[in-house]
């Protein structure tokens, strides 16, 4: 009997590491959250070539509008001081002083954003860049051979915002989004953003582009998405609001479930195992290692 017990046991033990490789090597979208801002200085086209020189298909990153109404790379409406220094080096005492919707991209190229010291991210690679037009990125990633790359692109917006780091027209700011996308294949972008309103003005201008919707400070339910009156392509919470049963839920309704921002190895090892779609990461280096690791 106690053999039979130990084969057993044997048996379930090689039964659930074979699963758990099965995760691992199962298509997992792995998405360099802000350009892998870990790694490199966040939103940059440095940090972009970086990431997919990594092997990542799949960028994340914000845009929002600068004074001349063109789409810029930016998760922040202003020059964040944890990270950014002013057109003359130095340390920026005023955040709100530096309003990116109200200057012009020749003065936005004159801030450096990569090599002032991030503690929140010590092993990011220090070095000078700007934040950069979206079209100038796609250009970039075009001439560096990336012409498969794919693009998760959050469009930045607050009811509180409005008039003041963007249009006040949702259309208005969705259609210049939208016109800097045009040559880009659909199967090469997803839009996504916590307002809704952009999310369907989106739809309403352009039913073809896929949408996610993304989610953070609330308790998700199996009901989170009924209000939505369009269609979307994938759900992005927060990754500590999520289970393995709305997981397969939200999977099972026909949802790409792509959680974010997942650094920490253990956290991506488990939604691996749970089969989420894809990982937005600051990190994907340590998936890379994960997954090496467990062959």
């Known amino acids: 009997m106690a053999l039979f017990v130990l084969s057993c046991d044997t048996s379930n033990s090689n039964s659930e590491m074979n699963s758990r490789k099965q995760a691992f090597n199962a298509k997992i979208d792995i998405q360099g959250h802000r350009g892998a801002r870990g790694l490199w200085p966040e939103n940059s086209i440095y940090g972009f070539i970086k990431t997919a020189q990594l092997g990542i298909k799949t960028l994340e990153m914000d ?9 810029l790379v930016s998760h922040d409406p202003y020059f964040n001081s944890q990270f950014c220094l002013d057109e003359n080096g130095n340390e920026i005492t005023d955040e709100k002083e530096y309003n ?7 003065e936005i190229d004159k801030f450096d954003c990569g090599s002032k010291l991030y503690l929140r991210f010590p092993e990011q690679e220090k070095i000078k860049v700007t934040k950069p037009l979206l079209k100038d990125l796609l250009i970039s990633m075009e001439k560096e051979g990336f012409d498969a790359i794919n693009y998760n692109i959050e469009i930045k917006s607050r009811k509180e915002w409005r008039g003041i780091y963007q249009p006040v027209s949702i259309d208005d700011y969705v259609k210049k989004v939208l016109k800097t996308l ?3 294949p659909y199967d090469r972008y997803n839009l996504q953003s916590f307002d809704i309103e952009i999310l369907r003005s989106i739809y309403q201008l352009d039913p073809k582009v896929r949408l996610a919707y993304l989610i953070e400070e609330q308790e998700l339910s199996k009901t989170t998405i009924d209000s939505l009156d369009f269609p979307i392509y994938a759900f992005s919470p927060d990754y500590n609001l999520l289970s393995e049963e709305l997981v397969a839920y939200y999977q099972s309704i026909g949802l790409k479930v792509i959680p974010w ?3 920490e190895k253990s956290d991506m090892k488990r939604l691996a195992e749970w089969g989420v779609n894809g990982i937005i990461t600051d990190y994907p280096n340590r998936w ?4 090496q690791s467990d062959q």
């Open 288 to 291: 890379i290692e994960l997954a």
């Open 182 to 184: 045009d040559q880009l």
């Open 100 to 106: 990116l919707y109200q200057m012009s991209q020749s």
């Open 261 to 263: 921002t997942v650094n």
């Open 63 to 71: 845009v929002l509008l600068n004074g001349d109404g063109e789409v």
